[in-house]
T-cell receptor, first 110, second 114 residues
Framework: RKEVEQDPGPFNVPEGATVAFNCTYSNSASQSFFWYRQDCRKEPKLLMSVYSSGNEDGRFTAQLNRASQYISLLIRDSKLSDSATYLCVVKNNYGQNFVFGPGTRLSVLP | NAGVTQTPKFQVLKTGQSMTLQCAQDMNHEYMSWYRQDPGMGLRLIHYSVGAGITDQGEVPNGYNVSRSTTEDFPLRLLSAAPSQTSVYFC?????????????FGPGTRLTVT
């Protein structure tokens, strides 16, 4: 079983739609959680960290459920520019390394 | 600041050839890492370094060597290229801070081994 798993996608949604991505992780020692965004043929970039109480950054909301080892990302009012692959990432604070999920591709259609 | 730079951007090798992928960062970050990205697999850690003179293996180290003689540079060497090493390679760096969220990635090197 992969350490971080995500919805396989792709998700094709119209502009203005709300879309949710799910992610599960298997290592209960994971302490830090993130969503990265990767545009086609580009490098990954940090979108947002995920905090236990949930957090929001504009149209983006991230949630964490430690008991279920589940992370989500909600995008409201989708824009064409949101089209990208979204990577779920976890890190154990006792280790040095980030573990990346395989990503979920989003296409926002006009 | 240039951030993280990688060269070359593209490379085609024949099976058995060797080469070095270059990575440099100008942010004075202690930690540097090499990943490969394959379709459906996500980024997988090849090797990493927590400071000059210190390197360690990641999830998929076989067939690759690294060294870290300076804080800025972290080259990745392919010893004898194989078709299974066809991939996109990303170098990344971050600060030592355990709470640090962000890794900074280079633009990637697309490698094809024939």
């Amino acid at each position: 079983r992969k350490e971080v798993e995500q919805d396989p996608g792709p998700f094709n949604v119209p502009e203005g739609a709300t879309v949710a991505f799910n992610c599960t992780y298997s290592n209960s020692a994971s302490q830090s959680f993130f969503w990265y965004r990767q545009d086609c043929r580009k490098e990954p970039k940090l979108l947002m960290s995920v905090y236990s109480s949930g957090n929001e950054d504009g149209r983006f909301t991230a949630q964490l459920n430690r008991a279920s080892q589940y992370i989500s990302l909600l995008i409201r009012d989708s824009k064409l520019s949101d089209s990208a692959t979204y990577l779920c990432v976890v890190k154990n604070n006792y280790g040095q390394n980030f573990v990346f999920g395989p990503g979920t591709r989003l296409s926002v259609l006009p | 600041n240039a951030g993280v730079t990688q060269t070359p951007k593209f490379q085609v090798l024949k099976t058995g050839q060797s080469m070095t992928l270059q990575c440099a960062q100008d942010m004075n970050h202690e930690y540097m890492s090499w990943y490969r990205q394959d379709p459906g697999m996500g980024l997988r850690l090849i090797h990493y370094s927590v400071g000059a003179g210190i390197t360690d293996q990641g999830e998929v180290p076989n067939g690759y060597n690294v060294s870290r003689s300076t804080t800025e540079d972290f080259p990745l060497r392919l010893l004898s290229a194989a078709p299974s090493q066809t991939s996109v390679y990303f170098c990344a760096s971050r600060t030592r801070d355990r709470g640090s969220a962000e890794q900074y990635f280079g633009p990637g090197t697309r490698l094809t081994v024939t």
